[in-house]
């Protein structure tokens, strides 16, 4: 099977961006979910790449502003550009353009001179691509996100509420999506999510931590499980899944929303 290709991923920015995205949950979670309600509702009836929580990080992420900020806030032009810089090496997207040399100006305040005209053209060049910019830092954030099953459960308990009140809505937009008991339809795992899981999981039940690794096993069948089940207005969202063991599976029944925050470190502290 073809494993996943390297990636730049902009790990500093994604991983500030997903601890402001968690920080703020409880409190706007909702807000969120309401602001993206269309673009929620068409990647949750069957598991899509871009998945809810994109969409959630994506109310954070906005690179124009936080340049707009840099620049109200802090009257230091290297500072800013600094931050532009950073950000761009981080999504490998560093243009050819002239840096300003704030170091060797005459204008200590850099109003009127020739490195402000070139931090213009670097603002100019992340304005142009900020929709690019966005989506990779939300790609990177999503990869630590991904990984905390904690959080991807109060996620999706919050999420299931929204379904429930939205669930007339989604049965007139996506009719084939919805059953007649209303509640999303199951729908088969592709593969490149069954992947994402099972290497997320490091092969090992989500809630026995019983090892399913295809390494050394065979006999064992896998189940990717809805950590918020359907029953209990779960989604089919690409985040919504974990591993268990056919026993695990069997006797979390059609309404629980177990999960373990237990995960592998990489080391042991005793
Ligand atoms: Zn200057
Ligand atoms: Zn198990």
């Known amino acids: 099977m073809a494993s996943p290709k390297d990636e730049h991923l902009a790990l500093s920015s994604g991983i500030g961006l997903a601890g402001l995205a968690i920080s703020n949950f409880y409190e706007v979670g909702r807000d969120a979910f309401e602001t993206f309600r ?4 068409e990647v949750i009836v069957k598991p899509n790449k871009t998945s809810a929580i994109h969409w959630y990080l994506a109310y954070f992420q906005d690179i ?3 340049i707009e900020n840099i620049s109200g806030n802090i009257d230091e032009k290297d500072f800013l550009f600094n931050f532009i810089y950073r950000t761009l090496d981080e999504v490998n997207m560093i243009p050819n353009l002239p840096k300003p040399d704030f170091d060797n100006c005459t204008d200590n305040c850099h109003e009127n001179c020739i490195c402000k005209e070139k931090l213009d053209i670097w603002i100019e060049f992340v304005e142009d691509n900020s929709d690019s910019i966005n989506d990779l830092i939300i790609h990177s954030a999503f990869q630590v996100i991904f990984q905390n099953r904690k959080f991807l459960h109060d996620f999706h308990l919050e999420l299931a509420n929204f379904i429930e009140d939205y669930i007339d809505y989604i049965k007139t937009a996506q009719p084939d999506s919805v059953t007649e008991k209303n509640r999303i339809k199951r729908q088969r ?4 999510l069954i992947n994402a899981v099972l290497y997320r999981d490091k092969g090992t039940c989500s809630i026995c931590r019983c090892d399913l690794s295809y390494l050394l096993r065979t006999q064992n069948t896998i189940h ?3 950590i918020i089940p359907l029953g209990v207005y779960g989604s089919n969202d690409a985040s919504n899944f974990q591993l268990l063991c056919e026993t695990c599976n069997t006797s979390k029944g059609a309404r629980s929303t177990a999960t373990s925050s237990i995960n592998v470190p990489f080391w042991n502290m005793n």
């Not at 269309?38 to 509702?41: C, G, L, P, R, Y």
């Open 64 to 66: 124009s502003r936080e």
């Open 189 to 192: 795992f592709p593969k490149w």
């Open 224 to 226: 990717i499980d809805h």
């Open 38 to 41: 269309e673009d929620i509702i």
